[in-house]
Every structure is written in structure tokens, then in C-alpha cells.
């Protein structure tokens, strides 16, 4: 069994920032690709910011330059450092990762989600 446990979301004014964090515990053999997305009230859930266990990074277009995605593969965690926030930065942030139990399967799980806050 794979949890993955979210913190550090809360109530920022615009231009402030926010440090989110997810750490993967249970079965873990290895944690591949690991990424953030976010779901805003009436709209679909999107994809935020992803990195693979090598480094690479990819971001949506509305956060390049404002939010950094980094990762601890030693402690199978995954942050998303959040800066010049926005009031449309305003969601449920989640927390995906692809777990590997063991040598042979791939699995995907979710977070429960952060509530992130921003006021203008």
C-alpha cells in the first residue's frame, strides 16, 4: 500500500509564497515520474508541474518562471516552491506520483489534496 501525504498549502496574499510538499511512504521500491496538478472550483483538474527521477522538469505555461518543482528521491518526496502568486493560482492543489512497488509494476496514485489561497 502507497500513500502520498500533502502539506504546506494555505492563505497567501498576491506576490507572496508557498512551499508545498508530498512524500510518498508505504511500498515503495521506486517513485518515477512525480508532478503537482491543481483543480480550481467549475473548471477540470490541470497539470501544474511534473518531474521525472532523473530531473527533468516540465511546467504549464502559467506558472514557467513563477514556480520551481523539485524532488528528494531519498526521502521519495516531491515540492512545489510557489512564487509571484496569483488569485487564479487559487486551488486544490494534488500530488501524482508513479510508484513502483517492486521490480515489476507501475503504479499511478494521488494525494488528498492542498487547499491553496490566494487573496488579492
Known amino acids: 500500500q502507497v500513500q502520498l501525504v500533502e502539506s504546506g498549502g494555505g492563505l497567501v496574499q498576491a506576490g507572496g509564497s508557498l512551499r508545498l510538499s508530498c512524500a510518498a511512504s508505504?511500498?515503495?521500491?521506486?517513485?518515477?515520474?512525480m508532478g503537482w496538478y491543481r483543480q480550481a472550483p467549475g473548471k477540470q483538474r490541470e497539470l501544474v508541474a511534473i518531474?521525472?527521477?532523473?530531473?527533468?522538469?516540465r511546467y504549464a505555461d502559467s506558472v514557467k518562471g513563477r514556480f520551481t518543482i523539485s524532488r528528494d528521491n531519498a526521502k521519495n518526496t516531491v515540492y512545489l516552491q510557489m512564487n509571484s502568486l496569483k488569485p487564479e493560482d487559487t486551488a486544490v492543489y494534488y500530488c501524482?506520483?508513479?510508484?513502483?512497488?517492486?521490480?515489476?509494476?507501475?503504479?499511478?496514485?494521488w494525494g488528498q489534496g492542498t487547499q491553496v489561497t490566494v487573496s488579492s
Open positions: 508505504g511500498s515503495v521500491f521506486r517513485a518515477n515520474d
Open positions: 518531474i521525472s527521477s532523473l530531473g527533468s522538469t
Open positions: 501524482n506520483a508513479d510508484i513502483m512497488p517492486d521490480t515489476r509494476f507501475q503504479y499511478g496514485y
